[in-house]
């Protein structure tokens, strides 16, 4: 089968502590070259992102903030697509101790051990808000937003299937996009859960594994296994 697009999370899988390395970058401007599509999937808020990637032009979209900011870098635009809890909220976090905090455009996030407050602030707040955890980080978005639903919305906007696309991710809050895509991937590096869902692993770790599944994609020489008894068909 022929994949169309590769969707790709960017810390543990393209990034490498928090860097993308020249081998990952030529691979992924294989793929442009190939007349494939590429989408960043990422937990990240896109100022942050901005300042750490400056090779955002490499991508068609980028999902930021774990499903809740749409990104395209051809023209600079953005569209949100969900709503920022009260500022209310996040000075009770504040004024609960929950240091450090970031706010997005939609997200609040801090770091573990942190959780607890969190729940704690939302059940007060009455708020109906999800907390997303990532290797560490607390993501704390409105319920039903994921990188599932971020990366529905950009390949809506590109006109492509899910089942065209190769998703690959390392962590937690990667199960929901590799879920909806053809085919998941998880790098070698990707929590033990995340690999025993993913139909495939790689051999390489972070950019070396996506390099690896980018030049099968190129060749036209990844095929989806069987479906796995234990895995429910998105």
Request: charged share 25%; with cysteine.
């Amino acid at each position: 089968m022929r994949y169309l697009a590769l969707a790709t999370d960017y810390d543990g899988t393209i990034a490498h502590h928090g860097r993308v390395d020249e081998p990952t970058l030529a691979a992924l401007q294989r793929l442009r070259a190939a007349d494939r599509r590429l989408i960043l999937v990422t937990g990240r808020e896109l100022d942050e992102l901005k300042e750490t990637f400056p090779r955002l032009d490499l991508f068609d979209l980028v999902v930021a903030e774990n499903g809740a900011l749409l990104y395209r870098p051809e023209d600079g635009s953005e569209t949100v697509l969900a709503e920022r809890p009260p500022d209310s909220f996040v000075n009770d976090l504040r004024e609960r101790g929950v240091s450090p905090l970031s706010v997005g455009r939609v997200i609040v996030a801090t770091w573990e051990p942190h959780q607890a407050a969190v729940v704690e602030a939302i059940r007060q707040a009455e708020l109906e808000l999800q907390v997303i955890f990532n290797k560490g980080a607390v993501m704390i978005l409105p319920t039903g937003v994921n990188k599932a639903t971020g990366l529905t919305a950009a390949l809506g906007e590109l006109g492509v299937d899910p089942e065209q696309v190769v998703a690959v991710g390392d962590a937690e809050n990667d199960h929901a996009f590799l879920a909806l895509c053809g085919l998941s991937v998880a790098v070698a590096n990707a929590l033990p859960a995340l690999k025993d869902r993913a139909q495939f692993v790689t051999r390489g770790d972070h950019g070396a594994g996506v390099a690896e599944l980018i030049d099968a994609m190129i060749a036209d020489t990844l095929t989806p296994p069987a479906p796995r008894p234990d895995v429910p068909t998105p």
